[in-house]
């Protein structure tokens, strides 16, 4: 498809974690954005593009939206839809062991496929266009994005009950082939849920494979102070001591941090992804976010999964994000709006590995959304990207494009299944195990 | 306007802070809720109606929509809008002294009306019908109200710099009295900005009037510090001590409270105000919420204005109370979703005095949302309650009805203006102060 965009405030990602909006046109052509400028001298542009014209399948008057990169949800569990709502206000552990372990036993072929595509759908209204994944049955998951036309990444969730080495390479080398739009980097769940033996034979795959490895770490100070009991170290420094992070990646949640971890994830320039709403919800602390950026660590958001958060939505983890750190450092400049939408888009674009779709650029691949300004949340214009991130909502999602293919306008959803398929199935599934 | 609403899912208020769902019928007659049932012997009912039959409007089919009671937003200053993202990421003082102020002092007859309207179009959009405001021009904000056939009810923000007793008495009894849409009750800025005689003549005139008293209540810890330097006493006891509180009322914001404090507001039956959003973005803190619970204080949610939040959005709100209530008490248990959702209706009417369009319940005001079921937020259906308020959001606000009028359905307003005109306004407001 060949769309042009015409009227738009195109928001441009700069190199200082900051924006620049301007008036103007965005042409993607198949899933490429190959022109980005002011609509003036299309003659040129057309010579550039070495095409004599364009014949458009759409083009849309984007007069009152500001088109900006998609959201990059950084950790997630896509799947874990069927449990939203089943079991919260409940302490972490009889959460965790009496509800949610109980029930994914219970999962059956297909489910997670079919799951994920609620998970999905719910990014789209959020103006998410790719996400990171971490569950049960890879295949699955690269399958129902594939399906979709969705971007996803995944990692490993292997620990010493669920998947296996050899499981974890073939996962890395089948996701990584099944499509263009799914991708695996190495990880398992965390520290506290596996032996050093497997965390050693991930260690000398991602130096096989030079992959980058990702896991929870930090989340609760109990799995710190247990680390601490078994190795003597925090969960960041056994990694590090194992060898993990020969060619990046980082960590989930990362709340419990001291001066050491913060200069390990410093020096191998690796990324602390913050799940607000999560560790709200399940009361386990508030990420050292303003520390990170101090420290010039990279950072990425993420929503983490629907059974603990339990919204999909990269706004209400934004406004979290500043709004938790402002509290944390009794500062209420602390982590400015820029910094935040940044940390939402290349941010995290940056731990996926999706430098082809991180911003918009002549190029790349076209994964962009359109926010609607003719909204009151959204006026007046004092600033687009405080609104944004103050005061914007999923409602100002207007349309959501993933690699070229809009697969989200205006409440309608364009990803090969009726949405009402979709609800009937995940209420099946979660209706069989009550 | 007849109204009937049939298929729906009924969300009725219990005594004990819980909710009930059945599915059914809903009428509207006028302003008011004439019938709420299963929609069986119907003969019945309009006998007891004493009517043959009625002529609807409108018949609207509610299948897969929640119909709940409209949110009350208990503390806000609606007219702020203009001041949305125009001045953020900066320390409190000098936001309030060199931003926010200078900008106010600039406003000129007839913008807070049309100001507020901005703010009542984002209010029913998050399915809130009726806001608590306090802001510089009580007649002003109830025209404005009046106008879109809006419920408001409003404090004063009188002070050692703004408006006077004489006022304060004028403005309340011109406002009772303007339209059934309109109500005022007793109030003042807060100690910190007013000095002792002016709180005596607050106190003197709720005796007179036997009116409840308002105020911003310990808001940051440097307020608290500060009042009890000038009287030895927090703000809740210097009220106290003043007389203030014979006919009820409470405060705004609540955040830095000691055991005598929680002893007054429980003793006098105040109700506590809690405004999370503002309290994060300004720095300022977290309320004590589950301690208010446990000495069963009631409790109601407001956005604050646009200014400090910057949103005015009910549903970040409602997470946010329990989010910032279990990490504060390290607690994935504390304030579960049906204390929130109870906060948000029936806890904001209490404080409002709003106790005839609470609840859905026959000869109670038509105050009402439709909350659309069929987005992947709301999938699966696991628990009602629970959806709306950890994974709902205003993208599943498909209906606000205020006063037995529809003022919002689908994205369009229908509040006598156009919105374009109310978001050029506000863009001309503020751009003649830049």
Known sequence: MNIRFYNGKILRTKENHSFEISEGELWVKGNKIVYLGDGKDLDGVYQRLDEPFIIWDREIDARGYVIMPGFKNAHTHSA????????DDMPLKDWLYNQIFPREAKLMPGDIRHLCKLGIMEYLTSG???NFDMYLNPMEIAEASAEC???TVQTSGLNDFTRSLSLLEEDYRIVNEMSELTTFLLGF???????RELMEGVAKLAEKLKSPVWLHNSETEK??????????MTPTQITEALGMYAFGGGGYHCIYFEEKDFEIFRNRGLTAVTNPSSNLKLASGTAPTARFLEEGISMAI????????NALDMFREMFLVTGLAKVRERDAAAVPAEEVL???TAGGARAMELSDCDSLEEGKFADLIL???NQPNMQPENDFVKNIVYSGSKSNVALTMVNGRILYEKGEFFIGIDPKEVYAKANEIIGRMK
Chains 1, 2 share one sequence.
């Open 189 to 195: 769940h965390g520290e506290y849920t596996t032996r």
């Open 149 to 151: 036309g969705f971007r």
């Open 128 to 130: 998410i266009t790719a």
């Open 342 to 344: 940044y940390m939402a």
């Open 223 to 232: 799995e710190v102070k247990e680390c601490r009991g078994r190795y003597g």
């Open 371 to 373: 926010i609607d300004l």
């Open 80 to 87: 874990m839809t069927f449990l939203r709502s089943f079991a």
């Open 302 to 309: 993420g929503t983490d999964g629907p059974a603990s958060n």
